[in-house]
């Protein structure tokens, strides 16, 4: 019984450790597990935080990759401009010289060539023979309402037979000849014209009629310049305008492709095109054998421009709104650099009925020919030397 006992006591002592010991581990495990609970949440929120980070970066590095990427477009665009430039310089001294020998030559000696060439030709072509600029408008004189809203008329802008012709629309083939202004305004709408029937029907409203010709736009899958004989009625000549990729020169009249000019110098194309397709560009022709014998980009925006004209080799951009508004002159390019934006007078026109779908200058009475929503108007200009400011 005794050994029983001892036994008993035994077992249980063994029993009570065995059961300490257990406590022990569990307790242990616990605190491992916390310890490694914790470890891992730890590591996990810094990972998290990391991770944010990098994101951040990741999207700044991105924008800031954006931004670069603009610049180097915005850039390529630019170098893309002037290669065009210079290229058309290029082309144009190429027919004015002949073919020039092989020879390499860096780009540098090139762009002097270009520039020296080119102000050699500005003195050839541009001893301009007259130097007036616009300083105002003196006066202005409503003739009639014959035709549809958008249209042209003008007098022969070479002077010498006094006839006006009205071009009614801007997809037609028949202009109305008059032998005069008087017998224009005393018509009763084209009773007392002529009917002079083109061969091709004219596009837009860019054209005149100069030393008994009519120089008319025309387009099919080029832009051509016809030139078209008032007297025995046949075309004289017709080119294909040398650019690509035309955009219709006016914002504010789309109808209008290109638009060609008179002034005391001669004729004048006035044109957009793609690759400048945000300012207005214009080239010199030759009346008489329709070659282009120069051109430059202005600055002058195509934006919201409603028509324009020349004078004195000076362009002269007509603005307006969409919701109709005066129309005033905001943006002048001398092929001489003698009239700038800063120096030529703010024009304004008075107020008037719509659009101005064309202005026709003539030289000799300097005059500009309206025609605003059917109504033929006449301007007349007070001038002023270009270098009187
Ligand atoms: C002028 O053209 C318009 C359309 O633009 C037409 O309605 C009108 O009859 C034409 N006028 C004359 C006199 O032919
Ligand atoms: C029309 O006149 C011009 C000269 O004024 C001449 O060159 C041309 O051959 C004439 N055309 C016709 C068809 O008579």
């Not at 002269?316 to 650099?337: E, L, P």
Request: glycine share 6%; net charge negative; hydrophobic share 35%.
């Amino acid at each position: 019984m005794r050994g029983f006992v001892l036994l008993l006591a035994l077992v249980y002592s063994a029993t009570a450790q065995h059961q300490a010991l257990i406590d022990y581990l569990e307790r242990r495990l616990l605190a491992i597990e916390q310890d490694r609970i914790s470890l891992w949440q730890e590591q996990t929120t810094r990972y998290a935080s990391e991770l944010r980070e990098l994101k951040q970066q990741m999207v700044s590095q991105l924008e800031s990759l954006d931004k670069e990427k603009e610049t180097l477009r915005m850039t390529l665009d630019g170098v893309g401009t002037r290669v065009d430039r210079v290229e058309r310089e290029l082309d144009y001294l190429e027919t004015q010289n002949g073919a020039q020998p092989c020879v390499d030559v860096d780009d540098k000696l090139i762009e002097q060539q270009v520039t020296l060439v080119k102000e050699k030709q500005k003195a050839k072509y541009f001893k301009l023979t007259c130097s007036d600029m616009i300083s105002s408008i003196k006066a202005m004189k409503i003739l009639k309402r014959v035709g549809g809203p958008k249209g042209m008329w003008t007098k022969d802008a070479g002077g010498a037979s006094g006839k006006v012709y009205i071009f009614n629309g801007t997809a037609e083939d028949t202009i109305n000849e008059f032998s005069t202004v008087q017998d224009f305004t005393r018509s009763a709408g084209f009773s007392l014209s002529t009917d002079l029937k083109i061969p091709s029907s004219w596009k837009g409203t860019g054209h005149v009629v100069y030393n008994d010709h009519v120089y008319y736009v025309n387009q099919e899958e080029e832009i051509k310049v016809v030139k078209f004989d008032t007297k025995n009625k046949s075309i004289t000549d017709s080119v294909v305008f040398p650019v690509q990729d035309h955009v219709p020169v006016y914002g504010l009249n789309p109808e209008t492709v290109m638009d060609l000019a008179v002034d005391e110098e001669g004729l004048w194309a006035i044109f957009a095109t793609r690759q400048n397709e945000r300012h207005i560009s214009m080239a010199k022709m030759d009346s008489n054998s329709l070659d282009v014998e120069q051109m430059w980009d202005t600055n002058c925006p195509r934006e919201n421009a409603e028509t324009a004209f020349i004078i004195c080799g000076t362009l002269y951009v007509v603005y307006n709104t969409k919701q109709v508004g005066r129309s005033r002159v905001q943006c002048v390019f001398d092929v001489n650099d003698l009239v700038t934006n800063e120096e030529a007078p703010l024009v304004y026109f008075p107020k008037r009925y719509g659009f101005h779908a064309s202005l026709k200058y003539n030289p000799q009475e300097q005059l500009l020919y309206a025609w605003d929503d059917g109504y033929q108007i006449l301007y007349k200009l007070s001038m002023k030397k270009k270098l009187e400011i």
